[in-house]
Nanobody, 113 residues
Framework: QVQFVESGGGLVQAGGSLRLSCAVSGITFRMYAVSWYRQAPGKQRDFVATISISQSTNYADSVKGRFSISRNNAQNTAYLQMNSLKPEDTAVYYC???????WGQGTQVTVSS
C-alpha cells in the first residue's frame, strides 16, 4: 500500500521560504505523477502543483512564479520549494498520487505577517 510522509513545514515570516518533502513508499514511484495539495483551516483541500513522470509541471494560479515542484525518483521523494511566502499560504500541505485514495498526515506551514 502506498504511503506518504510529508515534512519540512514550519513557521516562517512573510517573504520567507520553505522546502517541503514527500517520501513515498509502497509503489514504483517513477511511474506516477505526484501532486501537492493544501488545506487551510475551515476550507476545502485545494490543488497546488503537480509533476508528471516526464517532469512536466503545472501550478495553481495562486502559487505560479513562487512555488516549484520537483522529484527525485532515485529517492522516491517529491519536493515543493516555496518562495515569497504569504500569510494566505498558511495551510496543511499534503502530497498525493491520483491513482491511490489515501493521504499522508500532511505538514503544517504557517506564514506570519
Amino acid at each position: 500500500q502506498v504511503q506518504f510522509v510529508e515534512s519540512g513545514g514550519g513557521l516562517v515570516q512573510a517573504g520567507g521560504s520553505l522546502r517541503l518533502s514527500c517520501a513515498v513508499s509502497g509503489i514504483t514511484f517513477r511511474m506516477y505523477a505526484v501532486s501537492w495539495y493544501r488545506q487551510a483551516p475551515g476550507k476545502q483541500r485545494d490543488f497546488v502543483a503537480t509533476i508528471s513522470i516526464s517532469q512536466s509541471t503545472n501550478y495553481a494560479d495562486s502559487v505560479k512564479g513562487r512555488f516549484s515542484i520537483s522529484r527525485n525518483n532515485a529517492q522516491n521523494t517529491a519536493y515543493l520549494q516555496m518562495n515569497s511566502l504569504k500569510p494566505e499560504d498558511t495551510a496543511v500541505y499534503y502530497c498525493k498520487i491520483f491513482n491511490f485514495p489515501n493521504w499522508g498526515q500532511g505538514t503544517q506551514v504557517t506564514v506570519s505577517s
